[in-house]
């Protein structure tokens, strides 16, 4: 099911107005690496989006904890 579907549901079930935000969001794109061509969030599959943003997430935190990583390399150096 794709997230549009689901915030279109969600809509229905609570009687809510959408947030702007989420709106947005929907409509912002995401560049498949997979495909070549970009994909608009709204389009995307639930467990697609969930993976790819648990991806995203190991991916920066590898970059964080390597970036962490320099910074003690750097600090040990400069107490010598």
Do not use: A, C
């Not at 994909?39 to 639930?46: A, N, P, Q, R, W």
């Amino acid at each position: 099911m794709k997230l549009k579907q689901i915030v279109d549901i969600t809509k229905i079930l609570s009687d809510r107005k959408i947030p702007d935000d989420v709106l947005k969001f929907l409509d912002d794109e995401y560049y498949s690496i997979s495909k070549k061509q970009n994909i608009k969030f709204g389009d995307m599959d639930l467990l697609h989006y969930i993976r790819v943003n648990i991806k995203d997430h190991k991916n920066l935190w590898k970059s964080y904890n390597e970036v962490d990583d320099k910074l003690h390399k750097i600090q040990k150096i400069m107490e010598e």
